[in-house]
């Protein structure tokens, strides 16, 4: 079952690309927006995994979240493990988590040494009080650390449907900010956003950000194979906005809770979004495995690998192979 079944006015346009291009050019579409994927894991999940190379490929980039209450050793612990294991781990950052500046220095130091990495995901993470001097991500880029450690390429957090514990105003002045830090530094930015559920509101938001002067490439968050009733705690527990109406309405029909729903229909129409605005700011996916990565990792390789059709009614699309 599709995660998204409801017309929407990009269904129009869809028709329109279809007898222009035809099913092949966005069957491409999808498979590129979806080529280079990246996911995300836990520390407590990779102490549950025998082997990522069971489930991912080799060179696939895994973030790794770095939550309230955790330890940052055991970041490290599971980037040096995926990073031993074929993969470019991409560690988060919790700016309001970090005790102190030496602290922070101190973690990006043991990364290089234990791990090896020029890349991480720079986040302000969801700790109401600081535990230290940074309140924001801002400040862990204005510090100049993450230079200095050798940390190139960092992605930052983006907020398609607002957040509920930062003012809208607050969310374009930082995104002002964090565009303006790339323009007088040699660092390479990307967004990286929360998980989406319907394109159509995304669309509009990616559009009035690039309108405003957004200049950074864009990872959307794709919520990967889960049950109805995982998405729809998992999009309350994050304050999903928007696009979680649909969930809302699916639930209704009780039957549904434990069905397993696929992003298909969101990730086609921010293909085609991609394969026919010039001017669109979303290059890719990042798949966030809420129902367990064995699923989502299968689910994303086979669409990687264009084993898939499309729906009759060009609503979705289907997978040909298992992803249990």
């Not at 907020?159 to 002002?176: C, Q, T, V």
């Not at 639930?251 to 293909?271: C, E, I, T």
Request: net charge negative; with cysteine; charged share 20%.
């Amino acid at each position: 079952m599709s995660l998204l079944e409801m017309p929407t006015t990009q269904d129009s346009v869809m028709q329109d690309f279809l007898m222009q291009d035809g099913e092949n050019s966005l069957k491409s579409a999808i498979r590129d927006f979806m080529q280079g994927f990246t996911v995300e894991t836990t520390p407590g999940a990779s102490a549950k995994t025998a082997d990522y190379r069971e489930m991912l490929r080799p060179g696939t980039s895994v973030a790794v979240t770095f939550l309230p209450g955790s330890e940052f050793g055991d970041t490290i612990k599971t980037a040096a493990r995926l990073k031993r294991e074929g993969f470019t781990p991409l560690p988060h950052l919790a700016a309001r988590s970090i005790p102190s500046q030496d602290a922070f220095q101190d973690y990006l130091a043991r990364l290089q040494d234990e791990v090896g990495i020029d890349e991480v995901v720079v986040l302000g993470g969801s700790v109401p009080t600081p535990l230290g001097p940074f309140d924001n991500s801002m400040q862990l880029l204005e510090s100049g650390l993450l230079d200095r450690h050798g940390i190139r390429r960092i992605g930052v957090a983006g907020h398609p449907e607002g957040s509920p514990d930062i003012r809208e105003e607050d969310i374009m002045a930082a995104l002002k900010w964090k565009n303006a830090f790339a323009e007088r530094t040699d660092a390479e930015l990307y967004i990286i956003t929360q998980f989406v559920f319907q394109a159509e509101p995304i669309i509009a938001w990616d559009r009035r950000i690039q309108a405003e002067g957004n200049q950074l490439p864009i990872r959307i968050g794709v919520p990967g194979l889960a049950t109805l009733k995982t998405l729809l705690n998992h999009a309350r527990n994050c304050g999903i906005g928007a696009s979680m109406g649909f969930l809302v309405k699916q639930a209704r029909n009780v039957a549904k809770l434990m069905s397993v729903n696929a992003p298909d229909k969101l990730v086609l129409d921010l293909a085609h979004y991609k394969a026919t605005d010039p001017n669109c700011g979303i290059h890719s996916a990042h798949m966030y495995p809420l129902g367990g990565l064995r699923k989502t990792a299968a689910w994303s390789h086979a669409v990687v690998d264009g084993d898939f059709e499309l729906k009759s009614d060009h609503s979705g699309f289907t997978v040909n192979r298992s992803v249990e």
